[in-house]
């Protein structure tokens, strides 16, 4: 019965058919093999079947404290949230496969936002207490750029796989140029059923540019970064039905893949999830590796606390003191304008890994791979944020925001640049006897820019690039909410090399120049002895080295095959004692 159900189901939403084929073969294992198995009842199965045909996705509950068992589904499926012994899963129909597999008892629950109808929009966009259309948020980035576009600029992130919009705004006091000022990133509902920091976001780049020039705070904060903000991040998710409403919102993005599952891992590599990157987790790897985002955060909903690094693996951040010092300043402030709200775990901040572990997660992904620092924060329990909850979400949220991105400006800020030229260099700033799992932090190659994050106290920094001389500041001191700038030279390698001449009769000759396969090096020294030849690069590295060449008064001639050299120019350098001769030649291709 409930197989001609499928099929009758299957035929009346064509919208989801491609999708649904690709995972129906797993569904007549559930129905034939693993029902008769488990015993599960009948109307169990038929419902979670419903969801996934209507959805591509179900959502449904165990009871269990068993971590080996969570970390197990963790691996095989989203799990959404843990509280005491209360489960709460979501799986497309090959995971929900995996999980049948296992033999537990579960509870088929109504997805988030199941019954929220296109009639519960009421009232005007820019009241902030509704959701709008997908169009009616096309336009409302737009109308931002539109009324301030001195300091508000739009960028196209990516698209959908069903090609929606994955949209950008930029706001900065001078927004059509690449300052030399920290970058921040906000983005919201990469699950498309966690609506409240989608407004949310939307309200805050309102908030800012309405308040530019008129609020101390928010005028300093744009003129000295550069803040991001992507409010909706899972487009297909969110507008799953159609354009008009949020009505059957899901998690997951059009292919029924987890996002927040879809990312390179820490510990797991590539794909932990088994799946193909998403159109819309490429565009956000392609964004967000054009850019050198200080800190960032996504925002979630499920839940009320801040989720810092990691969520992979037990082992903590190097700046595990950092995360939680932000994170209880979030919360924190928080408590200070609501009662009741992001109360639980510690007090609104749970390390991850804690709370339950996660593979493929962006947080992880932006922390490890790009080398910066980003939470996870959920906002509210319910999936949907109720419309007339909105504004409470707001007024209890937006300092916390403001303090948020104001993090950018503080720590370790400094520039690298070439001793020489004076021209930025893009080199590794690493804490001695702190950092680990990539923790440390790289200066921006066409600025010499960068900044490190990290908690008050004091620190020795080693200073490297390729084909410069090392360097290493000690007792760097850093308070929090103060900035410490720092100015760091390198010095090439080798700088100092030049071509000199020992007396008007000439120590050494060099012929052919330029060359092609054997340098003759004709040396004539005043008096006989034992010498050293070496070819050294113009980065001074050492090439070549002919040792302990006895060379008789009167002088000899010296062949040297540089023919494996690239073309370009190098030095030849003759020692004896203490004495140093240098010579330049050019290498022919």
């Not at 209507?54 to 080996?68: A, L, N, P, T």
């Not at 919009?165 to 699950?191: A, Q, R, W, Y």
């Not at 007090?347 to 910066?372: C, E, K, M, P």
């Not at 929090?480 to 120590?507: A, F, R, W």
Request: glycine content about 6%; overall charge negative.
């Amino acid at each position: 019965m409930v197989i001609f159900c499928l099929f009758d189901l299957m035929s009346k939403n064509l919208k989801r058919m491609n999708m649904f084929k690709k995972y129906f073969s797993g569904l007549v294992i559930i129905l034939l093999v693993m029902y008769p198995v488990y015993g599960q009842p009948g109307n169990k199965a038929s419902e979670a079947v419903k969801y996934l045909e209507e959805r591509g996705e179900v959502d449904f509950k165990i009871i269990s404290y068993d971590s080996q068992l969570i970390n197990k589904l963790s691996e095989i499926l989203s799990v959404v949230n843990v509280n005491g012994n209360v489960v709460t899963c979501n799986a497309n129909a090959d995971e929900f496969v995996k999980f049948l597999a296992l033999g537990k008892e579960y509870v088929v629950i109504h997805p988030a936002g199941y019954y929220y109808k296109p009639g519960d929009n009421k009232g005007a966009v820019e009241d902030w207490q509704t959701y709008p259309t997908y169009e009616e948020y096309d336009s409302l980035m737009h109308v931002f750029v539109t009324n301030y576009p001195d300091i508000c600029k739009i960028d196209t992130i990516g698209y959908s796989v069903e090609d929606r919009l994955l949209l950008g705004i930029k706001i900065s006091d001078n927004v059509s140029e690449l300052e030399n000022e920290p970058e921040v990133f906000l983005t919201s509902t990469m699950h498309g059923n966690e609506t409240g920091g989608y407004i949310l976001m939307l309200r805050l780049i309102d908030y800012l540019l309405e308040n530019y020039s008129s609020q101390t705070r928010v005028t300093s904060l744009i003129d000295s970064l550069q803040i991001w903000i992507n409010p909706l991040a899972n487009p297909d998710g969110t507008y799953t039905d159609d354009n008009q409403t949020i009505s059957g919102a899901t998690r997951r993005n059009a292919n029924s893949v987890d996002l927040n599952r879809n990312f390179p891992d820490p510990q797991d590599g590539p794909h932990p999830d088994g799946h193909e990157y998403q159109p819309e987790t490429t565009s956000m790897m392609d964004f967000m590796t054009k850019h050198n985002f200080v800190i960032s955060v996504n925002f979630h909903s499920g839940s009320e606390v801040v989720n810092y690094p990691w969520d992979t693996w037990s082992r903590l951040h190097a700046d595990d003191l950092w995360f939680k010092f932000i994170s209880r300043e979030y919360a924190d402030t928080v408590h200070q304008y609501s009662s009741g709200y992001m109360t639980g775990f510690s007090d609104g901040i749970t390390n991850g890994y804690a709370w339950y572990s996660i593979n493929g997660g962006r947080q992880d992904y932006v922390t490890y791979f790009l080398h910066g620092r980003e939470v996870t924060i959920e906002l509210d329990y319910s999936f949907i944020t109720p419309v007339n909850d909105l504004d409470n979400l707001w007024n209890y949220n937006y300092r916390s925001f403001l303090n948020y991105i104001s993090q950018a400006l503080y720590g370790i800020h400094g520039e690298v640049t070439d001793f020489v030229t004076g021209q930025p260099l893009k080199a590794e700033i690493r804490i001695d006897e702190h950092d680990l799992d990539s923790s440390q932090v790289f200066s921006d190659s066409l600025s010499g820019k960068f900044v490190r994050l990290i908690n008050e106290g004091k620190y020795n920094l080693w200073i490297t690039s390729d084909g410069y001389q090392e360097k290493r500041i000690d007792s760097v001191s850093v308070e929090n909410y103060q900035t410490t700038h720092i100015s760091i030279q390198l010095v090439p390698i080798g700088y100092g090399i030049s071509e000199k001449l020992i007396d008007e009769q000439q120590m050494m000759n060099l012929y052919p120049d330029p060359v092609y396969g054997i340098l003759h090096t004709e040396i004539k020294p005043e008096k006989s002895g034992l010498f050293t030849i070496e070819i050294i690069s113009v980065d001074g590295k050492t090439l070549k080295t002919i040792d302990e060449i006895n060379i008789p008064y009167g002088g000899t001639v010296v062949n040297t095959d540089v023919s494996e050299l690239s073309g370009g120019i190098y030095f030849i350098r003759l020692r004896n004692n203490n004495k140093v001769w240098v010579r330049k030649f050019i290498k022919s291709e």
